[in-house]
């Protein structure tokens, strides 16, 4: 039985921080160890000229994302791993999906409405065709499968309309259904207002980035906000512990959930575990980031051995493509 092909990107935005490593890459490293599948990950680094960084910002940061996805674990000889500029046939697939796609789709995406409203004075055409570059980089290679969390499975389901659309005007049956591999995804929330998700746009003190030292962890773990509203629970305090949860000993994490329950719990000692239990957790990916950031004929290396995999299926794909459309 041939396997089954997993897509899944990630742009470069500067260092990850726990919320990236719970809700994308800790899945990624199982799913490379499955037999069953076919990993294909990229550095969507097309989709981060969205925003307003800089041309030497960008060349930046794809460099530091290389490096810190190789040191938590991403297998270059399990999985194939490239930079998604690398591969030109994704925005040529893209321009062709952006005129079967109806503009009326795009514009109800929430993402689309969500980005428009964090960059006013930047609302560019690429935050509205957003979905067709990401259909592309999914159908590109024939996926099977997108490991994405609930809040996704839009984009998810509008790549599988534009598959369709595509089919309809060209080719019946050319993609398949692309499907949803649907994981439990922790809500990791800013450590200085735990009711918005942990995001670095409303700065670092907000976020906890796998590559902070632990007395970085310490630090900032110290400034989380554990207040609640008078008989509320609070927020600050599940955010803890779903962290606490998920990094730390179930052991540790049964005694914070019970002292909190009966009123019991320190907040500094619940800190201090939380922090000690997340710098021995990163304690490696720290070190091995640095040797990969140092040694960048390694990682140039590898991103060239993962065009050329990736490269060998797109070149293929757009091959049949074109034919399909009727150009070349």
Request: net charge negative.
């Amino acid at each position: 039985m041939s396997k089954k092909i997993i897509f899944s990107a990630i742009q470069p935005t500067g260092n990850l921080h726990i919320g990236n490593y719970l809700g994308a890459v800790k899945n990624w490293l199982e799913l490379q160890k499955n037999e069953d599948y076919e990993c294909i990950f990229c550095i969507a680094d097309y989709h981060a000229m969205t925003g307003d960084k800089t041309a030497q910002d960008r060349r930046d940061q794809i460099i530091l994302m290389a490096a810190e996805l190789l040191a938590l674990g991403i297998d270059p000889k399990k999985s194939t791993f490239f930079v998604q500029s690398h591969v030109p046939e994704h925005t040529e697939l893209a321009w062709i999906f952006n005129t079967v796609t109806p503009i009326a789709e795009l514009e109800r995406m929430t993402q689309y409405k969500d980005k428009s409203q964090k960059q006013i004075k930047n609302i560019n055409t690429g935050l509205l065709t957003y979905p067709t570059l990401m259909a592309a980089d999914i159908l590109l290679y024939h996926t099977d499968l997108v490991p994405v969390g609930e809040d996704q499975i839009q984009h998810v389901e509008l790549t599988r309309d534009i598959g369709r659309w595509f089919n309809n005007k060209y080719a019946e049956n050319y993609f398949g259904e692309v499907k949803p591999l649907l994981t439990e995804i922790p809500r990791v929330k800013s450590l200085l207002e735990p009711t918005k998700k942990m995001s670095k746009s409303y700065g670092l003190n907000h976020v906890l980035e796998l590559a902070d030292e632990p007395e970085v962890v310490l630090a900032k773990l110290k400034k989380a906000v554990t207040a609640s509203e008078p008989g509320e629970k609070s927020p600050g305090v599940e955010n803890l512990l779903l962290l606490l949860k998920n990094f730390g000993d179930e052991t540790v994490y049964n005694k914070f959930v019970e002292a909190e329950k009966n009123g019991t719990i320190k907040y500094g000692e619940l800190k201090a575990t939380l922090a000690q239990i997340i710098g021995d957790y990163f304690a490696d990916f720290r070190e091995n980031r640095t040797q990969y950031l140092e040694d960048r004929s390694y990682l140039a290396t590898v991103l060239a051995d993962g065009e050329e995999r990736a490269s060998k299926i797109a070149k293929a794909t757009m091959k049949e493509i074109r034919h399909l459309i009727g150009i070349r």
